[in-house]
């Protein structure tokens, strides 16, 4: 996946697989996992579908943080 600025420039790539969430969300979705003041993208669902991405792998700042033993929180963005 690929994400771009409003200019459509390219400002991250990432590995993603499917995911199926436990319920339908009635918004599109924006998962994030939340270590203190720092959100990772984690998953995205869109609006009336289970199916969904989860990012593969940590970025290496998040790695780090996982190794110091910090554990996040998940934090939920709905779009409407």
């Not at 420039?9 to 996992?33: C, G, K, M």
Request: aromatic share 6%; hydrophobic share 35%.
């Amino acid at each position: 996946m690929i994400a771009t600025n409003q200019n459509g420039t390219n400002v991250a790539e990432f590995l993603v697989r499917q995911s199926v969430d436990n319920q339908t969300p009635n918004h599109s979705e924006i998962v994030f996992r939340k270590y203190g003041n720092t959100e990772f993208l984690s998953k995205i669902f869109e609006v009336g579908s289970k199916d969904g991405v989860a990012v593969m792998e940590h970025s290496k700042q998040e790695a780090q943080l996982i190794n110091e033993g910090q554990e996040a929180l998940e934090h939920i963005e709905e779009q409407k």
